[in-house]
């Protein structure tokens, strides 16, 4: 513990703090200062720098670009391979584990090493892997790099330490996967072919031993050529050429026929005994013409082969084979079951399934059960075992991407009875017709841990829609979804200024949300700027919604800062505005040059049912201006214990009364500063072309710039605009919101630009459609999610090592232009008791405003406090001038007490006010303040305020705005994302920045404690996504279909082994069934085959160091034990030593059984031999 002690009494103990609030010259950057107070202030402060580290904790969400596919039948774990080399590794719920390979290539095959705890891939970059998965967190042991030969085909049988790999020059390699390495045995792909044959076969794509004899591998080539390989002998039993290519082949269970999917859509199944043709070729889905031919049909990509126990009939399952006349169909996967063809269409394409069976022995009755599906973009389990074929539910958060998330928020620490609440009104709009079993991938184990406490993740999608997900101990679940779009009207296409014609597509999708979780009180903000209003009701009622409109409006004017001589423009209409609301003006079908207050969208203006849950009660919506639609917004604050809600956009603030439904306040920026603007403005020339700006207010959602420039990634509030000449819009390009691109530069978020005097007419072939489409039709396309909003600027002179860290470089170089055409945008807004004025002696309701220049304001209110007053009287709303000064944007507030606690806005306890009750008796509002005088008594009735920018923090004592702390956090970069959280009983400040650094400061010194590169900034995803929230944790979308969350907190990193699932747990593995003396004698093995003997190093020699380099890996304390004598060759070992020994024994003791029946039998027959020969004499013999 170290305790801080400022004598603030004047005296100067560092760099003075001018009165603007930015820091003189001599201070240094990244080091805090302190500043004299008329107080003595003594503050403890308990954070170190031991109490903060990064570690990644779980992922959540379907596997982005997924492309292999594997599955454990004994320990019952899945995993996925995705194209950015992840393995998600999936058991019951509570167990899933997210592994990385190093190098980025793409996972090209999976194979379980069945009941052993490990796994190998196979790469795109020619490597093997062999996986640890004894761990908590797998760990690579080995691996196995290919030099001269690329990987296309991996097989390992059960039970079996050798590993067949198959290469795109058609041999086929053997490794031992106890060490890693090479064996000298390889099978050619000339000798496994005939002599004569004089075109190359092809790359291997299939690779199984038969289930019939060990001994013999079946070899499949692209080109349609099959081999079947003795191993003893070494050379081919048979070989078959079919004319089309081969995809897949898969066997009948007793090793008599095989079938095989081609390139024409056609099935051949082929018997032992006669390999000269197939006996047997379908096409399940051609139908003949009338010329006798099969219409051509596209490839079956895969198929598998299982015959069932309870049925004759074996199943035959396939993906793909659909004729290629039916090309508005979906992807499917068909079902056959003798006569029976089922075909199960999906909403996306399929990368991979299989069939999940009851044994893992290939030579016996698969009994199937269920099949694993996997698409580009989701994840199916069907039930093989009801003839209809449910899916089952699954218990995986797999749906986060079901729209594209736009925006998210995090909330630890939660109200408890919040979430059984969301889950019991969720639960009522769940989806039924799944399949009544339990979900088949049960494996690993998982248990609550002992520190938990509740969370939940809000996540705002493209199509309007909100979802509520606990997040408690690690695990994801989904409580409950919102549609605001239930709250419009549906846009009509021949409805004239309406959102048909304003917004082409996604006017819903969801820009920002506040939520207070004491009070219930929720808010959306949307991207056609406007704002919702939701209660929370566990009760169904019948409610009109109030709409709402904000006229905000203001003029050009150049800005003059006084500590930077470049201009920045800001506009204000002051004439054109007034702080009371304008009364809308009627709505009719006016042209685009005429429109003027009318809103993007229609509210429902008649009586609607709204079922339990949160139900709208208010729509605030702003108008279109002189045919400029309105600015979106930027920022939000609602507060339940005062009823008011703030926005905020580049044009101003409007302040809302939710309570009485008015609005209180409606002005620019330049008025909310009256005589104390700290800039000299200067007018501007008006427009020459004031309508075509409207063409560009409303890019922030997807600017497509040319091919030719680099892309990268934005948030909605990035309104960019470039020079003349290099703005081109690329309209195609937004046809697809998921798209992911490589990044470039791109700019802060929190940056608001505007367009300037001049109008800007785009040059190039894009400029004449840009201008077809007039100020009606803004260029707003299809909202984005926050994965793909990308944005173009000219870096014609970069390079490769350049690019890496562009996106904290291009805010010294081109961003600067882009800052010179700013609107001063209100960034950041925050509802708190305290002082407007220097002068005020207790503190008061007051709204702190933070602007995109770096400028504070503050400005106190006055609410009636009687409940009945409060819905009579007016609240006062008086702007006072007070501004403090920052460098940067505003990004947070927060607010201390004098001992460095946090205070919390005042809120509302929540009431059900549309529960039943007495009409006498109304239910009244029941507030909770956290005033800093009620939680201090010796520092008097002061507090500390905290503010952070992009590039600076400080900290001010209220009521003086003496500023006590300053801490420049960044020059280089500029900051994201920025946080007030608690952490281990006390506070600091998050921050995370453009450059990938995550740091953190103590409150309210502001010292470092933490700065650590996490993260490369190469998508602005990640920024538009990232957030910090209590007991050092924060999230971020790390993929378009991914939330990744991380803990800054040691406590946490050191307690996470006990959070994690167990991915492996001791299961013995199911004894192969007796096949019977007749199946074993005609139909079993003729003889045992051993391996070690043909594969091992003394018969068939040391592979080619040459053609493969052993790497080994880095697999942690458990793993590195493991590898010391190789996890799997011991596990092995070990079987078979329990296996011979039991053999042994049981050899033994049959043994002496027949030696004891030996003894008898010879006693007995003595004993009648002496009976016989008794009475005898020597001559009777």
């Keep these: 513990m170290k305790k801080f002690r400022k004598v603030l009494d004047g005296l100067t103990t560092s760099s003075p703090v001018n009165p603007g609030g930015s820091p003189a010259c001599g201070s240094a950057a990244g080091t805090p200062s302190a500043a004299p107070t008329p107080r003595d202030l003594e503050i403890q402060e308990t954070l170190m720098s031991e109490h903060f580290q990064i570690c990644k904790t779980v992922r959540h969400g379907f596997p982005y670009q997924p492309t292999a596919l594997a599955f454990d039948p004994v320990q019952k774990i899945l995993a996925i391979g995705t194209r950015s080399g992840g393995v998600r590794l999936l058991g019951r719920p509570g167990v899933d584990c997210h592994c990385q390979h190093e190098s980025g290539a793409a996972v090209l095959q999976l194979q379980f090493l069945i009941n052993e705890g490990a796994l190998v891939t196979a790469c795109a970059d020619d490597t093997l892997h062999l ?102 002998v070494k050379r081919a039993d048979f070989r078959i050429y079919y004319d089309e290519a081969i995809h897949s082949v898969s066997w009948h269970h007793e090793g008599r026929q095989f079938m095989c999917s081609h390139s024409d859509g056609s099935l051949s199944m082929w018997n032992m005994r006669n390999t000269a043709k197939p006996f047997q070729v379908t096409f399940p889905h051609g139908k003949t013409q009338r010329d006798s031919r099969k219409e051509s049909c596209k490839p079956i990509l895969k198929v598998e082969y299982k015959t069932s126990r309870n049925s004759s009939e074996a199943f035959v399952v396939f993906s793909g084979g659909l004729s290629y006349d039916k090309a508005g169909r979906r992807p499917t996967l068909t079902i056959m079951h003798g006569k029976a063809i089922t075909v199960l269409e999906m909403d996306y394409p399929i990368v991979d399934f299989m069939v999940l069976c009851d044994t893992p022995y290939l030579n016996e009755v698969q009994e199937p059960y269920a099949v694993v599906v996997l698409l580009e973009k989701d994840f199916v389990v069907v039930d093989l075992t009801q003839s209809n074929f449910p899916i089952f539910e699954n218990p995986y958060p797999m749906d986060v991407h079901e729209s594209p998330v736009t925006c998210t928020a995090y909330f630890a620490d939660c109200p408890p009875d919040i979430i059984p609440v969301l889950y019991s009104i969720g639960a009522k709009h769940k989806k039924t017709g799944y399949s009544h079993k339990e979900w088949p991938v049960s494996g690993g184990t998982w248990t609550v841990g002992s520190q938990t406490y509740p969370e939940i993740i809000v996540t705002g999608h493209a199509d309007g829609s909100i979802k509520f997900w606990d997040a408690t101990a690690i695990t994801l679940q989904m409580l409950y979804k919102l549609k605001t779009s239930k709250v419009f009207e549906n846009p009509k296409s021949g409805d004239m200024g309406r959102s048909g014609d304003l917004v082409e597509e996604d006017p819903y999708a969801v820009q920002m949300i506040s939520w207070c979780p004491q009070s219930r009180i929720f808010c959306v903000v949307g991207i056609s700027a406007h704002v919702i209003l939701y209660s929370f009701s566990k009760h169904d009622a019948n409610t009109t919604i109030t ?150 207010c409303m890019r922030g959602l997807s600017n497509f710039y040319s091919d030719s420039k680099k892309r990268i990634r934005t948030s909605y509030q990035s309104l960019t605009e470039l020079s003349d000449n290099q703005v081109s819009l690329d309209l195609e390009r937004s046809k697809s919101p998921t798209s992911d691109h490589v990044n470039g530069h791109c700019t802060s978020p929190t940056s608001q630009p505007c367009p300037s005097g001049k109008a800007r007419v785009p040059g190039g072939p894009e400029g004449p459609r840009l201008a077809r489409r007039g100020p009606g039709r803004p260029p707003f396309r299809k909202a984005q999610s926050a994965a793909c909003m990308e944005v173009s600027l000219p870096v014609s002179s970069l390079t490769e090592e350049s690019r890496e860290n562009s996106f904290s470089r291009s805010r010294s170089s081109s961003v600067s232009s882009i800052d010179r055409e700013t609107k001063e945008a209100v960034t950041t807004l925050q509802f708190m008791e305290s002082y407007g004025r220097k002068s005020d002696s207790l503190p008061t309701p007051c709204l702190w405003v933070g602007t995109s220049l770096g400028l504070v304001l503050i400005i106190p209110m006055s609410i009636p406090m009687d409940e009945q007053e409060r819905q009579e009287d007016h609240v006062t709303v008086a702007p006072t001038g007070t501004v403090l000064m920052l460098k940067g944007s505003i990004l947070r507030f927060s607010f201390l007490d004098c001992g460095g606690a946090l205070i919390h806005s005042p809120y509302e306890v929540w009431r059900d006010q549309q529960a039943p009750g007495d009409p006498d008796r109304p239910r009244k509002r029941k507030l909770v303040n956290f005033s800093a005088s009620s939680s201090q008594e010796a520092s008097g009735d002061c507090h500390l305020a905290v503010v952070c920018s992009e590039r600076q923090a400080k900290v001010f004592l209220m009521p003086t705005q003496a500023c006590l702390y300053v801490h420049n956090i960044t020059e280089s970069s500029f900051v994201l994302r920025a946080d007030v959280v608690s952490v281990c009983n006390s506070v600091c400040l998050a921050c995370f920045c453009a450059n990938g650094h995550i740091m953190t400061l103590s409150l309210p010194s502001l010292r470092p404690l933490l700065d650590v590169n996490y993260l490369p900034l190469t998508d602005m995803r990640i920024a538009r996504t990232f957030c910090f929230t209590n007991g050092g944790q924060a999230l971020y979308l790390c993929s378009p279909t991914e939330i990744q969350r991380i803990t800054y907190s040691q406590e946490m990193c050191d ?98 059984a027949l030696m004891m029946t030996s003894a008898e039998t010879f006693s007995k027959h003595a004993h009648e031999m002496m009976l016989k020969c008794k009475d005898k004499k020597w001559y009777q013999f």
């Excluded at 005429?594 to 203006?605: A, E, G, P, Q, Y």
């Excluded at 003394?1098 to 052993?1110: D, V």
């Design 131 to 232: 996986w640890n998965l004894r761990q908590r967190r797998p760990a690579i042991l080995h691996s196995l790099k290919f030099n001269r030969e690329r990987i296309t085909f991996c097989h390992l049988p059960f039970q079996s330490k050798w590993l067949y790999v198959g290469t795109e020059r058609g041999n086929t390699h053997i490794v031992n996967i106890e060490s890693f390495v090479l064996s000298g045995y390889v099978i050619m792909w000339n000798k496994a072919i005939e002599l004569s044959t004089k075109t190359h076969p092809g790359p291997v794509v299939h690779l199984s031993d038969s289930p019939k004899d060990e001994g013999k591998l079946l070899i499949g080539f692209e080109s349609g050529t099959i081999v079947m390989w003795d191993l003893r």
């Design 547 to 696: 709409s709402l409109e904000v006229r905000l409006q203001c003029e050009m004017e150049d800005v003059i800062s006084p500590s930077d001589t470049e201009n920045t423009p800001c506009y204000s209409d002051p004439s054109g505005l007034s702080p009371q609301p304008q009364p809308p003006s009627p709505r009719s079908n006016t042209p685009d040059s005429t429109r003027d207050s009318i809103t993007c969208l229609k509210v429902k203006d008649r009586m609607i049912r709204t079922p339990p849950g949160y139900q709208a009660e208010l729509v605030v919506q702003f108008l279109w201006i002189d045919g400029e639609p309105p600015q979106q917004i930027t920022s939000l604050d609602l507060n339940s214990a005062y009823g008011l809600l703030a926005v905020g956009n580049c044009n101003g603030l409007a302040v809302v009364d939710y309570l009485q439904k008015t609005i209180l306040l409606c002005m620019n920026t330049l008025e909310l500063y009256g005589s104390a603007d700290p800039f000299q403005r200067l007018t501007r020339s008006p427009r020459k072309n004031r309508q075509s700006t409207s063409d560009f």
């Design 1055 to 1152: 307690n996470l082994q006990e959070m994690l699932g167990e991915l492996f747990t001791p299961i013995e593995t199911p004894e192969a069934q007796n096949r019977g003396f007749l199946k074993g004698f005609f139909g079993g093995n003729a003889q045992t085959f051993d391996r070690e003997e043909l594969f091992g190093e003394a018969s068939a020699g040391k592979g080619s160091r040459s053609l493969a380099q052993h790497i080994p890996g880095q697999g942690g304390m458990e793993g590195m034990k493991a590898a010391a004598g190789g996890v799997v060759g011991e596990l092995a070992r070990a079987r078979i030593a329990l296996d011979e020994r039991g053999q042994r024994l049981g050899e033994l003791e049959e043994r002496t």
